[in-house]
C-alpha cells in the first residue's frame, strides 16, 4: 500500500477506492437479500374482514354492536379525533394535546356502524324497518331498558347454526334489529358499508378498524400472534419473522412501571420518545453524552492500528 | 465566443456565485477522493455504506411493488417474491443503519464541527423509522390492520391522530411510497455531502484533524 502524507493537511493518507467499495456493497446486499427472500419468503397473514368476525364470532360481534348502541365501547366514548367522549382522552395536568387538537375525523359509533347500515338495509325488509322505528321512537329509558337487559343476555348468548340465540326476555326491537346486522355482515355488506364515505373510490379504513377493534376478536387473532402491547406486539411481525425491531425503545416503556397500566402510557411515552428522539440528534452538544466515546474506549479497537503506530 | 464577461458581471451573476460557492466548499477532487486517511481501515467505515446499498434495493424494490399496486403482492408469487425482497432489504437496511450509528457515535464523529453530519445522520435514522412505519401500516394485512388499530392511541394522545391518521390507508401508502422516500434519499445526498465536505474523522487523540 503506498502512504504519503497530505500536502494540505499533513494527514497520511493511502489509496481507497470508493466507488469499488459501493459496487461491492450493491453486490453482497443484493446476494444477501435474494437468498434471504428465495429462503425464507415475508409474512403475510391475510387481513381481517366484518364478513370473517361474523362468521367465526357472531356473538361478539352482536356484543359489540350492541355495545354501540349502549355508548359503552372504546369508540363511543372515545373524544378526540372521533367525537366528544372522554374516555380516552389523555392529558398530564393541564398538558392535552389530543383534547386541544379536537375532533376532526367524525364518528358516531351508534349510528355509523349499527342504525345507518341497518337503517340502508331496512328498505326491502319490513321487520326491520319496524324495529327500527320501534327502537328510533322509545324513550331514552327503554331503550337503556333493552340495551341493558340484551347486554347481559349475550354474556350467556349461544350460536346457532350462525345466529345468535339468547334467553327470553324483554329486548324490544334489539334481537331482530341485530339479527339483520349480523346477516348484512355475514353477507359481506357491512364491510362495504362501513368504508364507504359517499364518493366512488375509497381507502379510509377509519370506520371498519375502529368498530372491529371494539370487539375482541382481532385482538385474539392479534394474541395468537404475540401482537398485543404487553407481549412486546409493536416491535414484533406475525409468525416468526423480524419485525419492526427498531422499535425496542419504544415497546420497552410500555412494559415498566410507571407506564405500563397508566391510564395517560400513550401520552407519557410519545413526550419520553420525543425527549430521547431530540437528545440523539443533539448530542454532540449534550455534556457527559457526547464524552461517553473517551470513556469507553471502543475507539481504541476501531483505530487499533493507529494507536498500535 | 470568445467574447470576455466584465469581472463586474461575472460578480453579479448568481449562477457563477453558486458555481465559485461549490468549487470552493466541495471540488470534484474532494467529493470523489482515491485516497484516505490511513486509519480509515476499518469495518467499522463499510457500515455506512452498506446502508446505502440496502437503501438503493428498498427503493428498487419498493417502485417495483409500487408499479403493480398494493394488491398484486397478495396474489401473485412474483409480487411476493418483490414484497420479500423490499422486507429483507429494509431490515438490512436497518441493521448496519444502527451499526453505523453506533459505530459513529464510539468514534465521536460530530468533531471539528461535524456536528451538523451527525444531526442530519440522527434525523435520517428518525425518518426512515417513520417511513418503515407507514410500510408496515399499508401492508394490508393482519399485521397492518393491528398496528393501525394499536398505533392510533399514541398518535391520538399527542394530538396527530386527526392529522396522521394511521387508519386511512390511502394516506399512509401515499406517505410511504413518496414522500417519506424522497425526504430520506435528500437527507442521504446531503449527509454523503456532509462527509466529503469534511472528511472522515480523525481518531480521538490524534495530532491534527481529519484529512478531506
Redesign the interface.
Known sequence: MS?RI?R????????????K??AI??A???A???I???A?????????TIQSWAQKQPVDLVTTATGELAGSTVSAG?G??YNSGST?V?SLGFFS??S??????SVDSAQDFVLKPLQAASTSNLDLAAALSQYNGAADSQRSAWLDAYGKALKDAKEDNGQVVVADGDYGPLPVMMASLLQIARAGALDGYLLSSGGFYQ????RP??F??DGSY?SS??QD?H?L?NQW??MN??GS???????WLYTLWYQIPPYNGNA?A??M??LTMLVL?LA??????IPGI?D???W?P??RL??R???AD | MSEKIAPDVEAASWTAAIRRRLAAGLPIERL???????????W?Y?FG??T???L??VILSGVVLAFFGPQW??TTSAG??F???????V??F?IFM?LHLW?Q????S?RNG??PT??IG??M??VS?LA??TG?LA?????????????K??L????????F?V?????M?GLHVMLLPVAITVLVVVHIVQVRMRGVV???G?Q?????
Do not use: C
Not at chain 1, 494540505?8 to 466507488?19: H, I
Not at chain 2, 401492508?139 to 397492518?144: F, I, K, V
Open positions: 502512504t497530505d494540505a493537511n499533513g494527514v497520511r493518507t493511502a489509496p481507497y477506492d470508493l466507488v467499495e459501493l456493497a450493491l453482497g446486499t443484493l444477501l437479500i435474494l434471504l427472500a428465495a425464507l419468503s415475508s409474512p403475510d397473514v391475510p387481513s381481517v372515545y378526540a379525533p380516552s389523555q394535546p389530543q386541544w387538537a379536537g375532533a376532526r375525523l381507502t379510509d379504513y377509519t378498524l375502529l372491529m377493534g382481532l387473532l392479534a400472534q401482537l402491547g406486539g409493536m411481525e406475525t419473522y423480524p419485525g419492526q425491531t427498531w422499535l395517560n400513550d401520552l411515552v410519545v428522539s440523539l440528534v443533539l448530542v454532540p452538544f457526547r461517553i466515546p473517551r469507553i471502543v475507539h476501531i483505530w492500528r493507529h494507536y | 470523489l477522493p482515491d485516497r484516505q486517511p490511513v486509519y480509515v481501515g476499518s467499522v463499510v455504506v452498506i446505502i446499498a440496502a438503493v434495493w403482492w397478495h411476493r417474491f414484497n420479500s425482497l423490499h422486507f429483507w432489504s431490515q438490512l436497518f444502527v459505530g457515535f464510539f468514534m465521536a460530530w461535524r456536528a451527525w444531526m440522527a434525523v435514522f428518525l423509522i418503515a412505519f408496515y401492508q394490508q394485512n393482519l399485521d397492518s390492520q393491528w398496528i393501525a388499530a394499536n398505533a392511541d399514541a391520538n394522545a399527542s394530538g396527530t391522530g386527526g392529522f391518521n387508519l386511512n390507508f390511502g394516506q401508502y480523525a481518531p480521538i490524534a491534527g484533524e481529519a484529512s478531506k
